[in-house]
């Protein structure tokens, strides 16, 4: 019998987050592909563009218009998902009925936040000279930690806000100025709520008196603390994309999308975006400067992905399982084999359980060998 190589033999991952497998199946990427291919990004946008409703001064489809901003800029959604006023629940029923048809009204309220007030500048190219992370990037995560704040306390029904950004348009974005949207919700949603259950399991296990990773303000054991320790200290480091003083930006080692990304502290527990100190609020801009930058690099295109930032629940009240949140930021993009060619989740991925082809291992690689300039600027000899 041959022995198993994970870079070649099809199986399947852990993931602990969300308590879930991933099968992998490494040998298909040598499969030849007549399926359905993306336009690569090529155009070159304009600084700013007159007909674009998230330009500086513009007008928006209810008739609003933007500030004259120059650096962030946030507005209420004009589109939300969710409405702020409270509303009356319908009693649910009782017996299997009322279990079975569940419904519960949502509340909460929705924000877009421009990143810059250039309409062709993405994360991907604020950190490739002439342009930096800390002009351009912290203030986002200034906005933010001000937002984290401030909503709760203004709408004190909050318990829950989700930082993200759908970049192009394979992601659904129908916008290229660079902008993310923040919800804020009166729940935990799904997601977050599974990682933060598993958390809490994690710490309160005492088979992890073990763990040597930095431990939490209780002093217990994190799991994604607990994890970036492994990786940084596996030898050859092989799903590390790259690091700083405070952050590391890897590959899980249980990714679905091809080049998934996750960016986890690695030297203490930090909570929430707001926990965050000046230096760890730098360190944070710089890695996801980079991250985005590599992306671009890999297929010289403007890649596509989708963003989000998990963190502690607002308020984290007693034994909340939000007391055991670690911040973290997901990086989900879909892009396969080239710019054209993406990832889609059907079949067996809708009827059964996620698949991807390429392993975690090979894709850090693709991301370590990127170039930290933008290949834009590369091109235009700005390098």
Known sequence: MRVFDPAQDPHRRYNPLL?????????RTQRPWQGAEETPSGEKL??????????????????????QYTTTFLFENDFAALKPAAQEPLPNEDGIRGRLFRIQPARGRCYVLCFNRRHDLTLAQLTTAPFNAQKNIVP??????????????ENPFIKYIQFFENKGAAMGCSNPHPHGQVWSLDYVPTEPATELKSMRSFALDPENAIAQGPRDAHGRPSLLLEYATL????????????????FV?????????????????????????????????LALASIMGEVACRFDNVFSTSFPYSMGVHQRPV?????????????????????????TVRKFSVGFEMLAE????????????????CST???????????
């Open 373 to 383: 300039t933008h290949y834009t600027a590369r091109n235009e000899g700005l390098e």
């Open 140 to 153: 986002i995560i200034e906005t933010w930690q001000h937002l984290y704040r401030s909503i709760p306390e």
């Open 354 to 369: 996620p698949q991807r082809d390429i392993t975690a291992e090979s894709a850090a690689v693709r991301l370590r060998a």
């Open 249 to 281: 930006a890897l590959v899980p080692f249980w990714a679905v999308w091809p080049f998934e990304v996750l960016v986890v502290p690695h030297q203490r527990a930090i909570p929430s975006i707001a926990d965050l100190s000046e230096t760890e609020t």
């Open 46 to 67: 304009a600084e700013y563009d007159p007909q674009c409703y998230l330009c500086p001064g513009n007008a928006r489809a209810n008739g609003t218009h933007n500030a």
């Open 315 to 339: 308020p984290c009240q007693g034994d909340d399982d939000g007391e055991f949140a670690i911040l973290h930021v997901h990086y989900f993009p879909p892009l396969l084999r080239s710019a």
């Open 19 to 27: 308590q879930t497998y991933v099968l992998c199946s490494p040998h």
């Open 231 to 246: 990786e940084l200290r596996t030898v050859d480091q092989p799903r590390v994309v790259t690091l700083n003083d405070t």
